[in-house]
């Protein structure tokens, strides 16, 4: 169905999936645009971790809650690393990380859960959020899917651990691949493309050698880690923006010289 950019009164805008919207999912990744943070940060950081002003990220993670219409303590947020590691968000867990780094959920890439007004969020500047959605289980989760992330099957992981802790089906999914940085702007090393097509078999068009470098397609890999778990590709949207080449809309890690503010990909069941 394709994705839509949604404005709200106080500024902030994000990016969601037409698909996720109409089977009823509160979900999206957030623009930079809104918020209070200054310099290289500015406006909408929603990152604890980056060098910004604490005050300053709380105050921008307090509208975008404001828009959704719940309260900054719903929010769970985890320590993002580089492994394929998920969490079940259930009672205990939420709130995590909402006012705190230190809070927040330790060395994890996804979260997923079943508790309606849970807010799920991990946080991009180049690399792929997947938001899953379950309608029929009612449940949900969010990925964060970096290079490393994506050849430790960090996606596939996740499917499988929605199957096994919600009863999913995948063919019942649907998911949405979020803006991330394109091809042109994402030079790879050899080692590390040869490690994403071994966890990617048949993904040798997402990950190229010319003249001498090695690109990758991080969109791509995702769709075909969604596909290979078992999703139908009709269920699948993905978005067309690429973050680097729009810094009015959003933060960019290569762009920006690794110091910039971070987007929220978020997910919340009703």
């Not at 927040?104 to 938001?131: C, E, K, R, S, Y």
């Not at 899917?145 to 499917?159: E, F, M, P, Q």
Request: proline letters at 4%.
């Amino acid at each position: 169905m394709g994705t839509q950019w949604i404005e709200q009164a106080n500024g902030i805008a994000w990016e969601e999936s037409q698909l996720l919207h109409h089977a009823g999912l509160c979900h999206g990744v957030t623009g930079r645009c809104g918020g209070v943070s200054q310099g290289c940060w500015q406006s909408l950081n929603m990152s604890l971790t980056v060098g910004d002003d604490m005050q300053d990220v709380l105050e921008n993670r307090r509208r975008l809650c404001d828009a959704l219409g719940v309260s900054v303590s719903q929010m769970t947020a985890v320590q993002q690393g580089q492994g394929n590691h998920i969490v079940v968000v259930g009672k205990e867990e939420c709130g995590s990380g909402a006012g705190s780094a230190q809070d927040a959920l330790p060395h994890a890439d996804a979260l997923m859960t079943n508790i309606p007004g849970a807010l799920l969020m991990v946080q991009v500047a180049d690399a792929v959020p997947v938001i899953l959605f379950d309608a029929k289980q009612k449940a949900c989760a969010v990925i964060h899917a970096g290079l490393y992330n994506t050849a430790a099957h960090i996606t596939a992981k996740t499917v499988l651990a929605m199957e096994f802790v919600y009863g999913s089906q995948p063919q019942e999914l649907t998911a949405y691949i979020g803006p991330s940085v394109c091809p042109a702007h994402l030079t790879i090393r050899r080692e590390l493309a040869d490690a994403l097509a071994m966890a990617n078999p048949g993904s040798k068009d997402a990950v190229r050698e010319e003249k001498g470098a090695v690109t990758a397609d991080v969109k791509a890999l995702q769709y075909q880690a969604l596909c290979q778990a078992g999703l139908q590709p009709d269920h699948i949207d993905v978005s067309c923006q690429c973050v680097y080449e729009t810094p009015q809309r959003f933060f960019s890690y290569r762009r920006d010289g690794g110091r910039t503010g971070r987007m929220a990909a978020f997910a919340m069941l009703p």
